[in-house]
């Protein structure tokens, strides 16, 4: 199957610094990309959808100066929290779609991030 | 607001039981809807149901949609330790050709499977 890699898996960084994770499609090229944010025990919930190329769509009630997205190519897309405060500490899941098909979209492993 | 929900929350069984997990929901302009495991880390794919009353099974586990009553429920018979996880179910909404692959998650269903 597909596989997508997320890095780094874990970070810890200070209040205030930012944080960037990287997504990438290891072995298929992804036109769209997707970032998701899962809290302890709640479900994903989609940040934004990433089109090589072209900006970010950013859903309703995420900041796009704070969660900054870059497509640059057809197999890495990549996710920086800007000063980033402790409620930002969460697990963060990108996805990579083969083909304009829900079934083809394959998911990374997620980065844990804390914000001390 | 599309909006999908899960249920049971959590469950517990022993080896050898069979579950069924539910999903109901409530989009506009449905276009599949899928069902993912997820262990520790990375969702990974089940099925995709896009039809009603088609039955998708894959060894022991099967899945059917109704988008009549809109709800779809996940089978595991004979289950094993290894079934343990989170199942999650989503929603593909078709929002105009620019929100392909665009899912609405529920809040999961955890299965705990004692030996």
């Known amino acids: 199957g597909a596989v997508v890699s997320q890095h780094p898996s874990r970070v810890i960084c200070k209040s205030g610094t930012s944080v960037k994770i990287e997504c990438r499609s290891l072995d298929f090229q992804a036109t769209t990309m997707f970032w998701y944010r899962q809290f302890p025990k709640q479900s994903l919930m989609l940040m934004a959808t990433?089109?090589?190329?072209?900006?970010?769509?950013?859903e309703q009630g995420v900041e796009k100066d704070k969660f900054l997205i870059n497509h640059a190519s057809l197999t890495l897309s990549t996710l920086t929290v800007t000063s980033a405060h402790p409620e930002d500490s969460s697990f963060y899941i990108c996805?990579?779609?083969?083909?304009?098909?829900?079934?083809?979209?394959?998911f990374g492993p997620g980065t844990r991030l804390t914000v001390l | 607001e599309d909006k999908v929900v899960q249920s049971p929350l959590s469950l517990v069984v022993h080896e050898g039981d069979t579950v069924t997990l539910n999903c109901s929901y409530e989009v506009t302009n449905f276009r599949s809807l899928l069902w993912y495991k997820q262990e520790k880390k990375a969702p990974t794919f089940l099925f995709m149901l896009?039809?009603?009353?088609i039955e998708k099974k894959s060894g022991r586990l099967s899945s059917i949609l109704d988008k009549k009553e809109l709800f779809s429920i996940l089978n595991i018979t004979a289950t094993q330790t290894g079934d343990s996880a989170v199942y999650l179910c989503?929603?593909?909404?078709?929002?105009?050709?620019?929100?392909?692959?665009?899912?609405?998650f529920g809040q999961g269903t955890i299965l705990t499977v004692h030996p």
């Open positions: 896009t039809s009603s009353g």
């Open positions: 989503a929603v593909e909404a078709d929002a105009g050709g620019t929100s392909y692959g665009k899912l609405t």
């Open positions: 996805s990579a779609s083969r083909l304009r098909r829900a079934d083809t979209q394959y």
């Open positions: 990433s089109n090589e190329g072209s900006k970010a769509t950013y």
